[in-house]
């Protein structure tokens, strides 16, 4: 071979491998937050920014041009607390920044410098000395705080949002990730409402007294207004319901049922439902109960840690007792007075066996509270997905057709028996509640929207909220909202029945290590209904070890019924109505066949 041959090998090699690491290498998602998605101009944003090497607070307040005040650290780097803006001639939020060039400087480097949140300007010449004007990423959403953040080595969305206290479907939204399991080292993504920022301050010797001074009384400034809002909204409503109240001075009657020994202030109901409207003469005049905020304290032992049976997107919940019954007190940050005040309208005018019943609700501190009848049995996740840790037995065949059945009549009343329709927007095991006997009822009505239209015209959702695994395709990319999206994530729920699979979960395929790959449920079993001659041979494979005696035909139906409940077209979906319809045959011959 000849020299001039070895020369244009190498030159072959080279070229091979450029265009291997082309193929192979990831091009960093940065998807800076348009100036439409907000409506202010400008607001309170932060950069969580890591450096490469040992900084002082001094020296990065001096390298971002802020105050010492406007920098805390944290245990891997720093918080620098900034003014986004939306500035004209700008299609996107940034905060600006001089910053004077030095020579052999390039827009990579000085983007490194600043933690890579700088908007690159390559058309813009770099001369030393020179001063030039930086773009950095920031955002605003809907005028509240944000965080830019860069993904580091080991994150998922869900690792970030729980290390800020974020919510992570508004996280995905906002930085428009169709596919939130799949992000990427170096990545740049804006964390919207972080509830956790203070958690991740960290002090030492070297931070001044006089700024932990300024920090503790801005705590309890923050603090104080937070009780002075409470206190109003639970003003403003009781004045407002005052009007309604009738003219005698005696107490209303007594909620009933179960709780008929707990006496309400006033009918919250009637001011809800404007007392008299045809829409609303189906339901029936049970009473919320105003609870003092110091009986749900006392109720939980001041929110004992030991009493925290779960934790949602919107607070956590403990078990208490009021008046000796057995409740469940939702707590939720008094910024979250819009589903506060959503459940309140919607459990005040909708009663059903199925429903989660709301018994009242209370403010105080910073927090609000919801109080529900209690669900001794828990959610149905807890029976699906590692029920033997938390010391359940397996749910046999029946009891998972029932449990079915009673949340399809759920679904049903709200979307065909009520008026406006509701569709409740977040459907899925963790929000399916058991009581004492096993039947189900429906939780969390956060996030409803009500349809004034027919529940198949619809409506478009400003956006997207919900629990990723079960949101429907059309809702993810119009933000369409129309009852079939209750059915989609109806579907994933008899998937997760059927298989004791999650709806979201990792894949555990041999040969697959990426940290961040998932896998649905909704995959998982379309996968194996893809053979219509024989479908039970590979469904058989995919139901639950835990449930050794089945009616094979019965679950066959049930997986049937599931599929065309997750049907891309969701105009092909059946109603509940269709649903409750199924499952009842199903649930039929599953008896006949157990007799």
Request: with cysteine.
């Amino acid at each position: 071979m000849r020299f001039e041959d070895l020369g244009n090998l190498e030159k072959l090699v080279g070229v091979i491998i450029l265009a291997w690491l082309s193929c192979t290498s990831h091009s960093l998602h940065v998807t800076p937050i348009s100036c439409n998605v907000s409506l202010t101009e400008s607001c309170p944003a932060s950069l969580y920014y890591v450096p490469r090497t040992t900084i002082s607070l001094e020296e990065m307040s001096a390298l971002f041009h802020v105050n010492s005040n406007a920098v805390n650290r944290t245990i891997d780097g720093f918080l620098i607390a900034i003014n986004c803006s939306c500035l004209a001639g700008h299609d996107e939020f940034t905060w600006h920044l001089e910053y004077e060039v030095q020579p052999e400087d390039t827009w990579d480097g000085i983007s490194s410098k600043f933690g890579s949140f700088v908007v690159a300007k390559p058309e813009k010449a770099l001369v030393p000395s020179q001063t030039v004007t930086l773009d950095i990423l920031c955002g605003c959403s809907e005028g509240a705080d944000t965080v830019t953040y860069k993904v580091t080595k080991g994150d998922t969305l869900y690792t970030i949002c729980s290390r800020f206290d974020a919510d992570l479907n508004k996280t995905a939204w906002l930085n428009r990730l169709e596919n939130p399991k799949l992000i990427h080292e170096g990545d740049v993504i804006f964390i919207p409402e972080p509830e956790g920022l203070q958690n991740l301050i960290v002090y030492d010797n070297k931070d001044s007294s006089t700024k932990k001074a300024s920090k503790s009384r801005t705590h309890v400034v923050v603090g104080a207004i937070s009780a002075a809002f409470a206190v109003i909204l639970l003003t403003v409503i009781l004045v407002s319901c005052k009007g309604y109240k009738k003219k005698d001075t005696q107490l209303p009657m007594p909620y009933s049922r179960k709780m008929d020994h707990l006496h309400s202030y006033f009918d919250l109901c009637a001011f809800l439902s404007k007392s008299g409207e045809s829409t609303v003469s189906s339901f029936n005049s049970d009473k919320a109960v105003v609870f003092p905020y110091y009986e749900v304290c006392d109720a939980t032992s001041n929110f004992s840690m030991s009493l925290k049976i779960g934790q949602g997107s919107y607070g956590s919940v403990y078990l208490g007792k009021l008046k000796g019954t057995d409740v469940a007190i939702k707590q939720m940050k008094n910024t979250k007075s819009k589903e506060f005040l959503s459940e309140i309208n919607i459990l005040c005018k909708v009663h059903h066996s199925n429903l989660i019943e709301l018994i009242g609700y209370a403010a105080g501190g910073d927090s609000l509270f919801l109080v529900y009848e209690f669900a001794q049995n828990g959610a149905l996740s807890d029976h699906l997905h590692g029920s033997t840790l938390r010391g359940y037995k397996p749910l046999a065949w029946i009891r998972r057709v029932q449990i079915a059945l009673d949340a399809a009549n759920g679904l049903e009343y709200i979307h065909k028996h009520t008026k406006p329709y509701y569709v409740h927007r977040d459907v899925k095991t963790s929000n399916i509640l058991l009581d004492s006997n096993f039947c189900a009822k429906i939780a969390d009505f956060g996030l409803v929207k009500l349809l004034d239209n027919s529940p198949e015209v619809g409506a478009t959702a400003s956006r997207i909220v919900g629990t990723f695994g079960y949101l429907a395709p059309e809702y993810v990319r119009d933000g369409r909202v129309t009852t079939k999206i209750d059915v989609y994530a109806f579907g994933v729920v008899l998937m997760e029945l059927l298989t004791g699979q999650p709806a979201l979960s990792r894949d555990a395929s041999p040969g697959n290590n990426h940290y961040s790959e998932h896998r649905t449920v909704v995959d998982y079993m379309l996968s194996a209904l893809t053979d219509i001659q024989k479908p039970m041979i590979e469904l058989a494979k995919c139901i639950d070890p835990n449930l050794t005696h089945y009616h094979k035909d019965s679950v066959l139906q049930m997986a049937l019924l599931s599929k065309d409940c997750v049907d891309d077209n969701w105009s092909q979906r059946p109603d509940m109505s269709e649903v409750v319809l199924r499952l009842s045959h199903i649930l039929m011959n599953s008896k006949e066949w157990e007799k």
